[in-house]
């Protein structure tokens, strides 16, 4: 899981900078790989200076936080 309000932004794996960010940040040490071994389909960057690789499309991840903030401006 992923604190929606340590979200930067989310974007697609596919451009060669995105590509050299995260090897960038996997020789660094600042890479969380959380796609279990699937294809790479949302790159997360977080306020920490992390990215956090996820198998879900940037769509789904992008409307799941945007759902959660729906749900706690409820509460």
Not at 3 to 17: D, F, G, K, N, T
Not at 39 to 45: E, L
């Amino acid at each position: 899981m992923v604190s929606s309000s340590r979200l930067v932004a989310i974007v697609s794996p596919e451009s060669a900078p995105i590509k050299r960010i995260i090897q960038d940040a996997r020789d660094s040490g600042r890479l969380i790989d959380a796609t279990y071994g699937r294809r790479t389909r949302a790159v997360i960057f977080m306020d920490s200076n992390h990215i956090v690789l996820s198998a879900v499309q940037p769509e789904t991840v992008a409307a799941r936080f945007e759902n959660e903030e729906a749900d706690i401006d409820e509460e």
